[in-house]
C-alpha cells in the first residue's frame, strides 16, 4: 500500500494543507486522480509520497490516463498558494479542468484540415531592429503605439522558440480578442494553434486541456489569463498582449497578477517574458526603469501608407451649443458619422462601462468634487444627499452651488451604452448598429460577430472598453468618445492612468494604415492631464506627472496594498466590525479607514472595508494569513473600489 498527498480540486475544501490518501498503485507526483472527499467524488493532483499516516486513509478511486502534471507546474501552484494565499481546493481549480475525470478527452489532433503556413508580411526595419534587442534579457517591456506590429513581433519570437522545441503562451485581456490572434497565428503556424477560454464548454475545455498536456511537440497556445496554469512541459516564451489591462487581475481568490506570475514562471522555466502594451501600466515601466530591464519602443505604423494622422478633435461639453441635434453627441459628432456612413465605412462610439458612476462637477468652471485627504473623487450618495470618499471615509454635504464660482450649476451625471444606441438610432434610423458591452447576449458577443466587425456589415459599432482593446478593424475611420470623463472621476488613485490608457487605445483604433482616421473627444475637462496627454500620445509627460502624484501620495509601486472588506447585515455592524479589526492590526502599517466599500451594499449585505499599505508585501501576507473568518481579502488590487 502506498500513501500520498494529493491537492483536491474543490472549494468545499477550505484547508490550506494537502490530504492524505492510500493507493495499492504506485504514483508520480502530478499525477490526476479521483478522491471521495465527504459525500462526493472529486479531482485531485498527487503532490508527494509519504509515509503512512496515523490516521486512517481513503483509497485513490481512479487514477486517470493521462500524463502527470509536469514539475514545473506543481512549483506554480506551491508558489501560488504562498504568494496569493487561498485553499487547496481553489488553488488546484485555477490548473485543473472542471468534470477533468468524468469526460472522455480525445486524443486526436486538436485541429484538421488547416491549410498550410503562409508567410507573414516582412518585418519593418523598426520591427527588425526591436527584434535583435530582444535576445539578451527575460523580461522585455514591449512599448510599441497601436497599429505599430506588436503581434507580429510576438510571431517572430515564438518561431524561434518552436525552432528549438519549446512552446510559447500568448495571453489576451479578453475572449473576444482571441479569433484575430487566432487568425494570425494559425496563418504563421497551422495546427501548432491552441486556443482555450471559459467560452468554450467544459468538455471542449477539457479536451483541449488533455490534449496539451499529452503532447510532446512544442505548442503556442492563446487564450486569456486563465492559460498561465496550463500544463505546457517546456514553455520558451511568455507573452502578455495589452499588459495594462485590469482583466489581467484576478478579481476572486486567489486574487493573482497575471504579470506576477508569469514572472515566476519564467524563472522557473528559463523563459522570456514579454510585456506588450501602447499604454504600459505605470507600475511595470518604473519597474522596468529602476530593474534596468529593456523598454523597446514601436513609434511608427506597421503599413507603409501616405494617409494622413488621425485627426482629433476634443468638443468641450460645457457649451452646450455644440449639442443642437442630441443631448449626447456634439454636432460635430453627428456631421461626422453622416459623412462615414455616406462614404460607406465604419464608426465607433466609445463609452466607459463604468459611465453609470455619478459625475460631480460644475456647469460653468471646472471645478470637480474630490477629497481633500485623498485627491481622489467623491461619490454621490442620492438617499442621503452626501458626497463620501471610499478609502479614507470622508464625508461632504451635497453641494448645491459650486464651491469655486459660487453658481448654482453642480450637475450629476450619468449615461450609459443602451441609451447611446437608442440616440444612435433615432438619428441613423438605416445604419446597422451593434452593442457591444458585459449586457450583450452570448450570441451578441464580440467573438461571436468579428468577421461581421472586420468586414465592415455593421456600420456603427457602440460599446464599453471591450472596443478599445487590440481590433485592427479596415474599414473603421472614425471614433467618438461619448464622454471622456467617466473614468476621471471614479474614486480611486488609478482614474488618471486608466483614462490616458483607454483614450490612447481606442483612438488608436483608427489610423492603422489602411484609411485616414477622425477621432472625436467629448469631454467636460478638455484641460485634464490624461486627457490632453491621450490626445497628443504624449505618454513621457504623462508618467513623470503621474510617477510624482504617486510618490507624493504613497501608491503603488512605492508601496504594497491589501484591501480588507467586512460584510454585515446593518451599516452601523460593518463600521463596528472594520474598527474592532483595525485595532487588531499591527501598528507597523499604515491603515486608510474604516469606510464604506464603494458599492456598499451588496446582497443585502453592507460592506466597509479597510485599506493597508506597507513597504513589505511579506507583511500583508503574514496579515492575510492571521485574519479572522469573515474578512475578505483583496492583495496587489487594480483599485481600491
Not at 401 to 413: D, E, G, I
Request: with cysteine; proline share 7%; hydrophobic share 40%.
Amino acid at each position: 500500500m502506498y500513501y500520498y498527498e494529493v491537492w483536491v480540486r474543490s472549494n468545499k475544501y477550505k484547508g490550506n494543507s494537502a490530504l492524505t490518501y492510500h493507493s495499492r498503485s504506485r504514483l508520480a507526483p502530478g499525477q490526476i486522480v479521483s478522491v471521495p472527499l465527504r459525500h462526493e467524488t472529486v479531482t485531485a493532483v498527487v503532490i508527494d509520497r509519504v509515509d503512512q499516516p496515523e490516521i486512517k486513509t481513503k483509497a485513490v478511486e481512479a487514477i486517470s490516463p493521462l500524463p502527470p502534471l509536469p514539475q514545473s507546474t506543481l512549483k506554480l501552484m506551491r508558489w501560488l498558494q504562498a504568494f496569493y494565499p487561498a485553499p487547496v481546493g481553489v488553488i488546484t481549480q485555477q490548473f485543473i479542468p472542471a468534470n477533468l475525470m468524468h469526460n472522455k478527452q480525445t486524443l486526436a489532433p486538436i485541429v484538421k484540415n488547416l491549410p498550410p503556413p503562409t508567410a507573414p508580411p516582412p518585418l519593418t526595419d523598426e520591427q527588425a531592429a526591436a527584434l535583435k534587442q530582444m535576445t539578451a534579457y527575460d523580461t522585455y517591456l514591449l512599448h510599441g503605439r497601436t497599429g505599430s506590429g506588436k503581434t507580429r513581433l510576438y510571431q517572430e519570437l515564438a518561431k524561434a522558440e518552436l525552432k528549438k522545441g519549446r512552446s510559447a503562451l500568448i495571453l489576451t485581456p479578453e475572449i473576444s480578442l482571441t479569433p484575430q490572434l487566432e487568425n494570425e497565428f494559425k496563418s504563421s503556424f497551422s495546427d501548432k494553434v491552441v486556443v482555450m477560454h471559459s467560452s468554450l464548454t467544459s468538455k471542449q475545455r477539457a479536451e483541449r486541456w488533455a490534449q496539451v498536456i499529452a503532447r510532446d511537440a512544442p505548442l503556442v497556445l492563446i487564450g486569456p489569463r486563465s492559460i498561465i496554469f496550463s500544463p505546457l512541459k517546456d514553455i520558451g516564451l511568455i507573452v502578455i498582449d495589452e499588459a495594462h489591462e485590469p482583466a489581467y487581475k484576478q478579481e476572486q481568490a486567489p486574487y493573482y497578477v497575471t504579470s506576477r506570475v508569469a514572472a515566476y514562471l519564467r524563472d522557473i522555466q528559463n523563459a522570456k517574458l514579454v510585456l506588450g502594451s501602447a499604454t504600459p501600466l505605470v507600475d511595470d515601466y518604473f519597474l522596468a526603469l529602476t530593474r534596468k530591464k529593456p523598454i523597446i519602443k514601436l513609434t511608427h505604423l506597421a503599413r507603409e501608407t501616405n494617409q494622413e494622422q488621425v485627426k482629433v478633435k476634443i468638443i468641450d461639453a460645457h457649451d452646450r451649443s455644440l449639442f443642437g441635434r442630441s443631448s449626447y453627441l456634439s454636432s460635430v459628432l453627428v456631421a461626422a458619422l453622416e459623412k462615414t456612413l455616406s462614404n460607406g465605412e465604419q464608426a465607433l462610439l466609445y463609452l466607459n462601462r463604468r459611465g453609470t458612476a455619478r459625475i460631480i462637477i460644475c456647469g460653468i468652471c471646472d471645478w470637480q468634487a474630490r477629497c481633500p485627504r485623498c485627491d481622489l473623487a467623491l461619490t454621490y450618495h442620492g438617499d442621503t444627499h452626501i458626497l463620501r470618499c471610499h478609502v479614507c471615509g470622508f464625508i461632504s454635504p451635497a453641494p448645491t452651488t459650486c464651491p469655486k464660482c459660487n453658481n448654482p450649476s453642480v450637475k450629476y451625471l450619468s449615461v450609459g451604452t443602451k441609451a447611446i444606441v437608442s440616440e444612435v438610432a433615432r438619428l441613423f434610423p438605416q445604419a446597422n448598429i451593434a452593442r457591444f458591452d458585459s449586457d450583450s447576449p452570448k450570441a451578441e458577443r464580440l467573438e461571436q460577430r468579428y468577421a461581421d466587425i472586420k468586414s465592415g456589415k455593421i456600420d456603427i459599432l457602440i460599446g464599453t472598453q471591450l472596443l478599445a482593446k487590440g481590433l485592427d478593424l479596415p474599414k473603421l475611420t472614425l471614433v467618438g468618445v461619448v464622454l471622456a470623463d467617466t473614468s476621471l472621476q471614479l474614486p480611486d488613485y488609478s482614474v488618471n492612468e486608466r483614462t490616458y490608457q483607454l483614450l490612447t487605445q481606442v483612438i488608436g483604433r483608427v489610423g492603422r494604415g489602411h484609411l485616414a482616421g477622425e477621432a472625436i473627444v467629448q469631454t467636460y475637462n478638455p484641460k485634464a492631464r490624461s486627457i490632453t496627454c491621450a490626445v497628443t500620445n504624449d505618454w513621457d509627460t504623462f508618467y513623470k506627472a503621474e510617477i510624482a502624484e504617486r510618490k507624493a501620495f504613497n501608491y503603488p509601486p512605492f508601496t504594497h496594498l491589501l484591501k480588507l472588506t467586512l460584510a454585515r447585515a446593518n451599516p452601523k455592524n460593518a463600521e463596528r466590525a472594520a474598527t474592532l479589526l483595525k485595532t487588531s492590526l499591527p501598528k507597523t502599517v499604515h491603515i486608510d479607514g474604516p469606510a464604506p466599500s464603494f458599492h456598499e451594499k451588496q446582497a443585502n449585505k453592507y460592506r466597509w472595508q479597510l485599506v493597508i499599505k506597507s513597504e513589505r508585501r511579506s507583511t500583508l501576507v503574514d496579515i492575510i494569513n492571521h485574519l479572522p473568518s469573515g474578512v475578505s481579502w483583496d492583495i496587489d488590487p487594480y483599485n481600491l473600489m
